[in-house]
Structure formats: C-alpha cells, structure tokens
C-alpha cells in the first residue's frame, strides 16, 4: 500500500472517534473545533470507504452500531498510541504552557482554590488559567474548560473523576447566641432553636449509622453561605455549613462547633475531567498538584 493510500485511511477517524464519544456531530464538532458539516462529511466518507454503517442517527440521538462499536474500540486504541507519543514529547520538553480554563464553585473557589492556583501559575509562568467562579454545574465540554471542581455526591458521567480532598457539614453558633438560647445537646433540640436555613428545610446528620434528615425552622434562609455565616456571627442563630466557611472562626472563638457526634460522613471534592486520552500534560500536572496541596 502507497504511503498516501495510508493517510488516506486516517480521513475521518478524528471526527468519527469524537462523535461516538459526546453521542453528538454538534458536540463532536464543538470538541474538534471544526464546523458540523464537515464532521457528517468525514464521517459518511469514512462509513462509505469501509462500507460499514457505524451511527443509527435520529433526531434526538446518534448511537454506535454494533459493527461500529468493534469499529471504535480499535480506533481509540490506535489514538491512544498517538497522544500517549505526543505527551511523552511534551512531558520531555518539561515546560507547562497555553490556556488552562477551570470552573468551580464560587466560594470554595475563592477561599480554597485560588491560592493554589496562584502558587502553581508562579512556578509555570507561561501558562494562561482562566478561572471561572459559578455555581451552575457547567457542561465541561460544550463550554471548552479543561476541567471542574465539584462538590459532594457525583452525578453518574462519562467524565473521569479524581477525588482532591473532603469537606464536612459543620453544626455552629456565636457565645452570644448560645449564652442567650443554650445549647443543643441532641438532634431535636434543633426544634427549639433559631435554625438559619440555606435551599432546604431540613439539615443532615449520621445518627446511629444512619444519615438523617432533621427538619429545621427560623427566621432566616439564604441560598448564599456567606450571609448564613454573618448572620451566625452576629448572634442571630444556629447554623449549618461546609467547614471551609467557618474553621476560621471556630479557631478564634468566634463560633462554637454543636452536635459534632451526628456530624455526617465528610464528602468528596472532586476534580472532573474529560477521558484521560485527552488528559493534556498541564491538566494532568495541575490535578496532581492540588490533590498534593488541597
């Protein structure tokens, strides 16, 4: 076979790999970063050069055939071969650079994350990080980040997730809420106190091995953690949050830990990245620094 009649055969397996991957010629051209008519034409002309039917395309879905399922088994091994070569290329030259984006939440973002990302750009300044702070769980590819910090339980998902650290839900008040109320001593003392509440009416907590829904009242509820935690501070109630906004205070006295022995198990921080054959070099170092840091 002539060297061209072997490039030829490579026509169209960027393309069709990517859509068996989203399920999607928008997403996949999205992905590749080329226009969705030249997706579907790569890739009919690579169904019509094998004389195989690989999609059953509908207008909802695009599925992998049978023949095309063998078909893309093979072909992602063979990609694999080709970008584990060019990583290694890259991890020889050793050097970090171009655009890393990354989405997290806003306040662990702020408070936890962004320092580590300062300290990792000071050491590989040629890097480019753009941090997007939301709390929208985003779509990672269709909105091009390189990789997201999520919290708690994961959804199931064809992304890989790489556990980064733990949070828990930590029960507090203010001394002067605790010297004017008392204290609670068990989960529904919580009934006779002033619960400042966030999206739910109920808070969680394991008691007697078993995880627990307690409901809880008060005179105020707020979506937004930081004004839970001001108004915990300022003497107004009790209040439940991750560990992240109030350790701080806790260590200064500010707040006073309750009901620690019904604590619920600590939670997952997870960073969320798409399959490793698309893990570049810098995404894979920046994953390993903050499981190192975080």
Request: net charge neutral.
């Amino acid at each position: 076979m002539s060297f061209m009649g072997v490039m030829l055969n490579w026509e169209g397996i960027n393309e069709f790999v990517a859509v068996a991957e989203t399920k999607s010629f928008t997403a996949a051209a999205k992905k590749l970063g080329i226009s969705t008519a030249q997706v579907s034409r790569q890739v009919s002309r690579l169904e019509t050069r094998i004389a195989t039917k690989l999609f059953v395309r509908t207008t909802r879905q695009v599925a992998l055939t049978e023949l095309g399922t063998i078909y893309y088994q093979h072909c992602s091994r063979v990609l694999d071969g080709l970008l584990e070569a060019e990583r290694a290329i890259t991890d020889l030259q050793n050097k970090i650079s171009g655009k890393l984006r990354i989405s997290a939440p806003v306040i662990y973002g702020e408070r936890r994350l962004a320092p580590h990302i300062h300290d990792f750009v000071i050491q590989h300044n040629e890097l480019d990080v753009e941090l997007y702070l939301t709390n929208r769980q985003v779509n990672l590819i269709d909105e091009g980040f390189d990789l997201v910090i999520r919290l708690g339980t994961l959804e199931n998902s064809s992304m890989v997730a790489k556990r980064l650290a733990s949070r828990t839900q930590v029960v507090c008040a203010s001394p002067e809420y605790i010297e004017r109320s008392g204290l609670p001593v068990v989960l529904h003392d919580l009934s006779e106190h002033n619960c400042l509440k966030g999206a739910t009416d109920f808070w969680r907590f394991k008691d007697q091995g078993k995880t627990v829904n307690i409901p809880v009242k008060g005179n105020l509820s707020c979506n937004i953690g930081l004004s839970l935690l001001d108004a915990a501070l300022k003497g107004m109630g009790v209040v439940q949050l991750p560990d992240y906004y109030v350790a701080s205070y806790i260590e200064r006295y500010q707040l006073i830990p309750l009901l620690s022995e019904y604590q619920v198990a600590e939670e997952g921080i997870w960073a969320i990245y798409p399959n490793n054959r698309y893990l570049s070099p810098k995404v894979r170092l920046f994953i390993d620094y903050l499981s190192d840091h975080l």
